[in-house]
Each structure stands twice: as structure tokens, then as C-alpha cells.
């Protein structure tokens, strides 16, 4: 090291190395700049001053030095730079910090011209950055490969976990991730993309917060499944609803669940658990038709709508029996309810409602 000049010493240039000693814990060097610009001071150069520059080579060493159990010194910590490619106009360099680890120094960051690279000794060494909130906003488990956002111990290659409210996009709807595609274009982009491994994979996959039910899955088949989404099926199975009342609105009884997944359905009544358009379809068999009749009537009545279709069974005879059927795209809010009722204006209380010819069913379509 040489030393040009120390202010106040009389020393001249110093051109062998030179240490500084002290016994306490006070700076042993320190460089003071009492200019009042704005330019950098002080300011302390490393300098490799080759007559014969070449890529790859090292231009300067910090090391961080300590005594080991056996009185052997050891750097702990070291940092250096290198120069990558020396031609004019295009120079390139690295930075890379060093840290002892079991014996060895490792690589826990390298800075070139290509990336900014985090552990490139490929050891066992855990990332972890804290939010204002979260000692674990982010965490790379080294040893399992595994990325945690929320979470310490991801179990998952990606594994994402809110706090208890999470956070709000308005009002009262919590988001765990947000995927936003900002781009204005026609051109086609991506949110979101997903790619299965094979036909028999998972390409999605929810489930509620405890792993217990499955609420979506996206095979790799392409087939979508939804054990949870609303959907029933209900028959009139065990006896006949025997001599209807003639003018009066007659609630239609269906005594067996073929499915009601959900369990949204009760007492002859469908109830919407959430908004949506929801699919109903209904299908009744009048037996014991009463010619006399002006009219027999299927009413689906719904919170917000009644969907109704007759028939006239003018067929100068009693018939046998009589189907009426209704399919409609209802829209119905969270608790509004859906029941089939069937009407007979005039004529005589003979008809029945046949068990094993009566269904009732529907699904949330969107």
C-alpha cells in the first residue's frame, strides 16, 4: 500500500505495506472530507493499475479476517470485483460476496453483466425477505425447492398464504393473489397460463382453506369438475300426489334426492346460496286427465320471475296422462327460492301426479 501523504504527520510516500493497530474497539482508519459541494466524499478507490488489462481479472479484495478455535486466521466474509471484458466503450464487471459456511467459503451473491445471482454454490441456504408485517413475505426453501409468500414452510413448489384479513381490492372482497394482465392491445396475452405435466395431472386445483374438500379441479383431460358447485336432482319416487285440487295452486311434492350437491335443496324448495343465472328444469306427468278441463297449468316460481306453461286437454276424451315440461335460465339472487307447482282450472279432482314420472333439477350455470 502506498500512502502519497497523511496531513499533519510529515510522512512521505509509503510504498511497502502498511498496518494499522490499535488495542480497544475505536475506528482505526477514517477518511474525512470537509468539502461543502455536492460531489461524492469521501471516496476510497481500489485500484489495479495494469499495464495489460485482461477479461477475468480480479481488481480488488475486501476481506473480513478472524481468529478460529485453533488460532488459525480465517476470512469469514470476502467481497471483490472482477473485471469481465476490458474493451473501450463496452467494459463489463462482477461483484460477488463470499461467507464462510461449514469450512468454505460460498457464493451468497454475484453481481455481472448478464444477472444477479443468490446463492450460485447451490447450498442448503434458505431466502427470506420481511415486509412491514411478514418475517415471511417471501421465502425460498433451498433444501425442499420450494417458494413461500406468507409462509415459512411452503409444502407446495408455490405456496401462497394471507394473513387474516389479507387485503382488501374494495370493500369487502379479500383477495390471496391477484393476476392482472395490463396489456391494452388485441394482441394475445396471458394472465394466467397453466399447463398440465400430462393427461393424468391436475392442472388446477382448489381447495377450501384447510385442504379438507375440493372445490375446483382442472384435469389434464381438459374435464372440469366442481363438487361443490350447486346442483340438484329430486323425483317424486315412493307415492302417487293423488287427486289434485282443481283451482288451486298445488305445490308439487318430490320425495327423493337423486343428488343434491350442496345441499341447497329442501322441502320441495330449491334455494340459490349465492347470485348467479341458474339452470331449473322441471318435467310432470298428469295421469287421469280430465277432459273437462279448461286448462292444466306447470308453474315454476322463482323470487324474481314465474315461468308457467299449459296445456288444454280438449281431447274429447279423458286421456291417460299428460306431460308438461319447462327448461329456463332463471336469475336469482343468494336466498331467493324456486318450487314447481301444478294448476287444474275447471273439470273434476281426478288427476294425479304418477311417483316415478315427476323430476325437478338444476344447476348454478354462471
Known sequence: MAISKITGSGIGAVNAPVEFTSADNLSQLTLSSTDAD??????LDLTRNSASPADSDYIGQIRFLGEDSADNSISYVSMFGQILDVTDGTEDGSF????RLAGTNRS???SNATETVLNDDSVDLDFRVESNDSANMLV????NNRIGVGTATPSHPLHLVTSTDGTGVSGDDIWAALIQNAEATDARSYGLKI???STTDYAFFITDHDGSNTLMEVQGYGHITMPLQPAFCVEKASTDQADIPVNT????VFDTEKYDQNGDFSSNTFTAPVNGRYQLNVAIVVRVVDNEASYYRCR???SNKTFETFVDPTFGQDNAFLQMGLCVTADMDANDTAK????QSGGSAQSDLAYGENYFSGFLAC
Open 249 to 252: 295452486n298445488t305445490e308439487v
Open 96 to 99: 460477488e460476496l463470499d461467507v
Open 140 to 143: 425460498v426453501d433451498a433444501g
Open 340 to 343: 314447481v307447482h301444478i294448476f
Open 108 to 110: 451468497r451473491m454475484i
Open 300 to 302: 315454476l316460481s322463482t
Open 38 to 43: 455536492a460531489n461524492v466524499g469521501p471516496r
Open 195 to 197: 399447463m398440465a405435466g
